[in-house]
């Protein structure tokens, strides 16, 4: 079960309209070590927006045991009834439902089940494959106001677990559609579904912030990322803070990081 921390607030005639709106924010959070600085940071936004009387939950994704590798039943995402009548057939989803079926006895089994079905009838089929933990975790998402990310820099990314969240969970049908030139490779056929208000990402890195401003480490996270992963498929806006070389800085300067957390979470409504 994923740790999660809740706190409702209540509505007050004597508030904005706009905080009469409980604002509901979701986080991401991925590290194996649980005295790391980034636990630290999660620590530092939580309370901020306890303080804040903000709703919000938590997915540590190594509680939790997510499987980041996509599969073969993460493919039902895909199979949608938009999808071009061209496309469907070449992909042969008969072919396909009886090979990811298992064993020849079940194999044999499955060709006899969908000899009479229709594409309609195929697609609902695969549909009901969907992974029940992708699943989970698009309902949580759907939910949110604001999605964080808690996490580190792997390789200017994220890290594997976090990145296999992304791919699993950000899946055609939720977090974005293609129109007749998507289907055909154009990236300006993309149609976001995604109805998030906010993104936040907190990374520690390693380097300091002249080499990610000056070699073009920043430049190339944030248009893969925030522009690609996040603003693409509907994410209003994203605000990427970064802690430059957190190995190396001073027990001040960390703690003006910690401090950075904290007023991000109380602020967040501001």
């Not at 740790?3 to 991925?30: E, H």
């Not at 939580?46 to 994704?61: H, M, Q, S």
């Not at 039943?73 to 396909?96: C, G, H, N, T, Y």
């Not at 969240?165 to 129109?179: I, N, P, Q, S």
């Amino acid at each position: 079960m994923a740790r999660s921390t809740r706190i409702t607030q209540k509505k007050s005639k004597d508030i904005s309209p706009f905080l009469n709106n409980i604002m509901k924010v979701l986080i991401i959070y991925a590290h194996p070590n649980p005295m790391s600085f980034t636990r630290a940071i999660l620590d530092n936004f939580t309370r901020g927006l306890a303080e804040a009387k903000i709703e919000y939950e938590v997915v540590d994704l190594y509680k939790i045991k997510f499987n980041p590798v996509f599969q073969d039943m993460d493919s039902a995402f895909f199979v949608d009834e938009d999808m071009p009548k061209d496309l469907f057939e070449q992909i042969d989803m008969r072919k396909m439902i009886v090979e990811l079926a298992g064993g020849p006895v079940k194999r044999r089994i499955a060709k006899w089940y969908i000899s009479n079905k229709t594409d309609e009838d195929l697609i609902k089929l695969i549909n009901a494959q969907k992974p029940k933990d992708v699943l989970e975790q698009q309902k949580k998402v759907a939910s949110a106001d604001v999605l964080v990310f808690i996490t580190q820099v792997f390789w200017m990314h994220f890290p594997a677990l976090v990145k296999g969240w992304m791919e699993r969970v950000l899946t055609y049908g939720f977090a974005y559609k293609l129109d007749e030139r998507g289907w055909k490779g154009d990236p300006d056929g993309r149609i976001p579904l995604l109805k998030i208000k906010k993104a936040m990402i907190f990374q520690p890195t390693f380097f300091d912030e002249k080499a990610y401003r000056e070699r073009g480490f920043r430049a190339a996270m944030e248009k893969t990322i925030d522009d690609w992963s996040l603003k693409y498929p509907g994410v209003e806006k994203v605000d990427h803070i970064y802690f430059h070389s957190i190995l190396s800085v001073s027990p001040e300067t960390r703690k003006k990081y910690l401090e950075i957390a904290y007023l991000k979470g109380k602020n967040l409504q501001s």
